[in-house]
Each structure stands twice: as structure tokens, then as C-alpha cells.
Nanobody, 124 residues
């Protein structure tokens, strides 16, 4: 599976962005997909995840209520809608996928496949 993230950019605080992650490979539709982010000088951290069916979603407390993860398996694409953006959301955002069990869903080491990252910058 190869993942290609896009949609990052520069936005003012309070604004919105939608990230996309396009996957190649027939097995993507059966994998859990997630978004992680990494700010300068910090560890890569979990942001959101979605089960292969789209029936269950998970969010970090820092983004809950502002970000929404969704997927369209027919298009092999996962989205991250980000609203009410804050300067602290500034980071490189990475999409990831893999056969991840629920108890490991927030752990970056559990994901087999990673995209190249897309920069999100939120100005104050």
C-alpha cells in the first residue's frame, strides 16, 4: 500500500482545512487508517483514526470536537476535516494505515504504511 497525503497549507486561526490521503493497493479498504502529526522538535503524535468500515472513529483529546476523520473505500481515500484551527495545530500531518487492533490504534508503531506528510501552518 502506498499513501499520498495532500491538502495542507497556511490558514489563519479559526479557519479550516481538509486533508486527503489517497491509497494505492487493493487491501487498503480492510485496514484501519489514521492521521498523525509532528510539530517541530516534538514526537509524532496521534490525531485521529478510523476503522476499515468507517463505523468507529477515534480522536486525540486535543482535536476532539474540531477534527473529523472519514473514509471512502471506493475511492481508497481518507480525509481529515479540520475546523477551528489553532496555532498549536501547526505540524506536518501524516496519514497511516495497517491491520491495527483497537487497543493499539493510537500507537504509531502499530501502522505498517505511511504517507509522505503534508504541512499545516496555522497563523495567529
Amino acid at each position: 500500500v502506498q499513501l499520498q497525503a495532500s491538502g495542507g497549507g497556511l490558514v489563519q486561526a479559526g479557519g479550516s482545512l481538509r486533508l486527503s490521503c489517497a491509497a494505492s493497493g487493493r487491501t487498503f479498504s480492510v485496514y484501519t487508517a489514521a492521521w498523525f502529526r509532528q510539530a517541530p522538535g516534538k514526537e509524532r503524535e496521534f490525531a485521529a483514526a478510523i476503522h476499515w468500515s468507517g463505523g468507529s472513529t477515534y480522536y486525540a483529546d486535543s482535536v476532539k470536537g474540531r477534527f473529523t476523520i472519514a473514509r471512502v473505500n471506493a475511492k481508497s481515500t481518507v480525509y481529515l476535516q479540520m475546523n477551528s484551527l489553532k496555532p498549536e495545530d501547526t505540524a506536518v500531518y501524516y496519514c497511516a494505515a495497517g491491520p491495527v487492533i483497537t487497543s493499539s490504534i493510537t500507537l504509531k508503531g502499530a501502522y505498517h504504511y505511511w504517507g509522505q506528510g503534508t504541512q499545516v501552518t496555522v497563523s495567529s
